[in-house]
């Protein structure tokens, strides 16, 4: 089946490092995704990752795949308080182009 | 800025109503998907339009259509609507499908079905 799990509340101290995590079951996903929303707002596409990869790097952003246990992470370095968001896993099957979207982690920065 | 707009960005209906939504990709884009975002939901696929084509869809009945034109602008519309209908439209503009990675949402259009 399809489907997209994510924890759905993170709280982490500002500085220190945000690791939200993603679990999907679909093994022909082509890219792994991760979007930020802010109140009100649409949806910003942070990373992506094709599925062959197993790191990305971008700056304070670093996802890690591991294609065997379907697991997707999103780590996000020296967190301040404006990655306060909800963070959104997708993936893309291949088969008809849609994307799956997880129903997303809040993420909150404490003082 | 992601270069893909969408229009009206809030409106208000009533149950029975039809509603147009519109969607401009962004530039080079020729793909453009429609999703469904209730609240404190993830967004749900809705349908997707290549070469003014659908290309695939999701579990939406058929009063859920749409348009792709020309110049890649895209159109949702929703017949009939029903109250469970509310929620945060998203337009996102893709090039040649997913084959990219890239894809890019507008801001959304939020629908209020009373």
């Given at each position: 089946g399809e489907d997209v799990e994510q924890s759905l509340f993170l709280s982490v101290r500002e500085g220190d490092s945000s690791v939200i995590n993603c679990t999907y079951t679909d093994s022909s996903s082509t890219y792994l995704y991760w979007y930020k929303q802010e109140p009100g707002a649409g949806l910003q596409l942070l990373t992506y990752i094709f599925s062959n990869m197993d790191m990305k790097q971008d700056q304070r952003l670093t996802v890690l795949l591991n294609k065997k246990d379907k697991h997707l992470s999103l780590r996000i370095a020296d967190t301040q308080t404006g990655d306060s968001a909800i963070y959104f896993c997708a993936e893309a099957l291949n088969r008809d182009d849609k994307i799956i979207f997880g129903k997303g982690t809040r993420l909150h920065i404490l003082p | 800025e992601t270069g893909v707009t969408q229009s009206p960005t809030h409106l208000i209906k009533t149950r029975g109503q039809q509603v147009t939504l519109r969607c401009s990709s962004q530039s080079g884009h020729n793909t453009v998907s429609w999703y469904q975002q209730a609240l404190g939901q993830g967004p749900q696929f809705i349908f997707q339009y290549y070469r003014e084509e659908e290309n695939g869809r999701g579990n939406f009945p058929p009063r859920f259509s749409g348009l792709q034109f020309p110049n890649y602008s895209s159109e949702l519309n929703v017949n009939a609507l029903e109250l469970d209908d509310s929620a945060l439209y998203l337009c996102a503009s893709s090039l040649?499908?997913?084959?990219?990675g890239e894809l890019f949402f507008g801001e959304g259009s939020r629908l209020t079905v009373l």
């Open positions: - | 040649k499908g997913l084959n990219t």
